[in-house]
């Protein structure tokens, strides 16, 4: 079991194919930065859908902590 740091954090969720996660990573890092926030080092996913019959529907919750 792997146990995640608690405390204040950034959260977006990517609708669509793993492939194209970096653009969601890239809109999140810029929404901080925009915010005068800073993410910890580790950030993490957690698939709410199984990756199964249409990608475009697949999603995937990002989760940055704040520093």
């Known amino acids: 079991m792997h ?3 608690g405390g204040r954090a950034a959260v977006g969720v990517h609708v669509g194919p793993y492939d194209e996660l970096a653009k969601t990573y ?8 925009d915010r005068d926030l800073t993410a910890r080092e580790e950030m993490w ?3 709410l859908t199984p990756p199964e019959a249409d990608p475009s529907t697949w999603q995937t919750r990002i989760v940055a902590p704040l520093a």
């Open 3 to 5: 146990e995640r740091p």
């Open 26 to 33: 890239d809109e999140l890092r810029a929404w901080l930065l």
């Open 45 to 47: 996913e957690e698939y």
